[in-house]
């Protein structure tokens, strides 16, 4: 397997390229994650089941796009393919850091930046791709609340009854999401789509995110994420207010929005985010 894999890394870089060492990292859970190196150049490399793959390739698809933003340090897609029972993706090593004040708040400043800049006139991606484990269905909607309405937490809460979870009525739920949305109607701003701490990081000071679950929507979701799971450090929300403040209406959306992701980890994990999404769902209006 790494034989072949180095040989598409030479391929791609047009040069000779022979892994030396080979190093597991902590990696998701969702596949394996390896450092490998020749000695003089290293790379990132994930490895999953073969029928996997179109994980990976939505996952380079994502960041190929942000990349294309132009805005903040994108690790480059070197190659993907399958091999034997395997699938792959190789990127560019990154040697990552812990941020300090001025770091996050450039971070915060390249985010705002992306959102009010990189933008369509419909809600959605060209194509479907994951949060996490989960497909996250992107079809093009001209109309915000339908689109988080049904293609976010109504998906999700479908999903967990098709498990045996079934939290609350759905349609009910996805009324009321569409209601507490209505006349909202946000500029389509490509998203990160799953901004937690543990898809961003420093790279000689630089900011940097990976592990996108890319589409085009509101762009108050990138910011609900960030405050779900162990909140961004303070410097990140004061260099995104600088450039684009956010509406004093946020707050009121942002427990809907962090409603996806509870859902999502509910669906992939179980146990107390169940009951995390359930009291969020009692405590929305119907």
């Known amino acids: ?15 000779d390229f022979i892994c030396s060492d080979i ?26 089941q073969q029928q996997n793959i179109q994980m990976f390739q939505a996952e380079a698809d994502g960041l190929n796009h942000l990349r294309i933003a132009g805005l903040l340090k994108i690790p480059r897609v070197i190659s993907l393919g399958t091999v034997s029972s395997h699938s792959f993706l190789v990127l560019e090593y990154l040697t990552l850091t812990s941020g300090d ?57 479908q999903l967990l009854a098709e ?36 898809n961003v990081g420093f790279h000689n000071h630089n900011p940097v995110m990976f592990d996108p679950a890319l589409y085009y929507g509101d762009r108050e979701t990138d910011l609900a994420m960030s405050e779900l799971f162990n909140c961004f450090p303070n410097p990140f929300y004061d260099g995104y207010q600088s450039i684009w403040p956010l509406d004093t209406q946020y707050q009121y959306r942002k427990p ?22 359930k009291a969020l769902l009692k405590n929305m209006p119907h």
């Open 101 to 157: 004040h001025p770091t996050w708040f450039a971070l915060g400043q390249q985010l705002a930046k992306q959102h009010r800049q990189q933008t369509q006139n419909m809600y959605g991606w060209q194509s479907d791709n994951y949060i996490g484990a989960t497909v996250q269905v992107n079809r093009w909607h001209k109309h915000w609340n339908f689109f988080f309405a049904e293609q976010r937490i109504g998906y999700q809460l």
């Open 256 to 277: 809907v929005y962090q409603l996806y992701h509870l859902l999502n980890h509910a669906l992939l994990f179980g146990g107390q985010y169940v009951e995390s999404a």
């Open 1 to 15: 397997m790494w034989h072949f894999i180095s040989e598409q890394i030479g391929l791609q870089l047009d040069c």
């Open 23 to 48: 190093r597991n990292l902590p990696g998701g859970y969702t596949h394996q994650a390896f450092k490998i190196t020749d000695g003089r150049r290293r790379f990132f490399v994930k490895i999953n």
């Open 163 to 198: 498990k045996g979870l079934k939290l609350v009525n759905i349609d009910v739920a996805v009324e009321a999401v569409k209601q507490l949305l209505s006349g909202h109607n946000p500029v389509a701003s490509m998203l990160h789509g799953d901004l937690w701490q543990g």
